[in-house]
């Protein structure tokens, strides 16, 4: 296994160069985040990543022997590298000693192949790692065939909304598409629109959402955007009593992703 201690290194400067400005490659940090990356792609046939080379510290393989021995079995490209490296390219304060250069292709829409959709996530210019991250996260969890983002959208390659998404990112596919596309996409899957609205006279509550849909969540301060609210659209919103202003993004769409699974899973309990 080769070694590298100095942060000259021209894969060192390659790495920190991707974490900058991640395009179609990018970093990921922590052994939980790697054993989700190679979970996913163990039992994703068309997985739009794999795993470039995996870094580890001394340190990381005395703690964790048993998993170094995994990736060594699987034929995992292994580097190791110093504590001081690990210090440089880390974003925690303490770096657990594992790291891993991904390949991953944000695709666009044109190349899902998902068939009768029943739950689509658009969001729309987040500009937070962290918010985009945690969406990415609900989004997953809570049944969302997959993720449409609009131009002006964060890089959700970055390593932040990696972290927050805890992993999720490897299991739900994530799109890039303009607004002609979405609305193309919508008709053509005749999906009902629903725009996430703080202001919206309706309350979730009142929405029907058993039917297959599409749901856009809007910039953090300025909302969805106009070239959206012209498509045929249901705006609602969480019902709001506390003297802050507004949900934050984030919890806004858990809240809305619960509430149209719960709908979901209601319906088709009554028409059994």
């Not at 390219?89 to 991953?104: E, H, K, R």
Request: glycine fraction near 4%.
């Amino acid at each position: 296994m080769k070694w590298i201690n100095s942060t000259e290194n021209p894969l060192i400067k390659t790495i920190l160069k991707i974490k900058k400005n991640p395009v179609d490659r990018t970093l990921i940090e922590g052994l939980n985040l790697i054993k989700t990356a190679i979970e996913a792609l163990s039992i994703q046939k068309d997985a739009p990543f794999y795993i470039e080379q995996i870094l580890v510290t001394e340190e990381f393989i005395r703690k964790e022997k048993s998993f170094f021995y995994l990736i060594n079995r699987k034929n995992y490209p292994i580097v190791g590298i110093s504590e001081k490296i690990a210090e440089k390219i880390s974003d925690t304060i303490t770096p657990q000693g594992i790291f891993g250069v991904l390949s991953f292709q944000i695709r666009n829409l044109k190349d899902i192949n998902i068939n009768n959709p029943e739950i689509v996530v658009i969001l729309d210019k987040i500009q937070d790692p962290g918010n985009l991250g945690t969406i990415i996260r609900a989004s997953e969890a809570l049944g969302a065939n997959f993720i449409i983002l609009t131009l002006g959208t964060c890089n959700p390659l970055l390593t932040k909304v990696l972290r927050a998404s805890a992993g999720s990112i490897f299991y739900i596919p994530i799109v890039r598409a303009d607004y002609i596309e979405i609305e193309k996409f919508i008709v053509r899957n005749n999906l009902n629109l629903i725009i996430a609205e703080p202001k919206s006279e309706k309350f979730i509550f009142d929405v029907d959402f058993s039917k297959p849909l599409v749901v856009v969540f809007g910039n953090e301060s300025k909302g969805v955007s106009g070239d959206l609210r012209k498509i045929p659209h249901i705006s609602c919103r969480i019902p709001h009593i506390g003297q802050s202003e507004s949900l934050n993004v984030a919890i806004s769409a858990a809240i809305f992703l619960y509430e149209i699974l719960r709908n979901k899973i209601k319906k088709s309990i009554q028409s059994k």
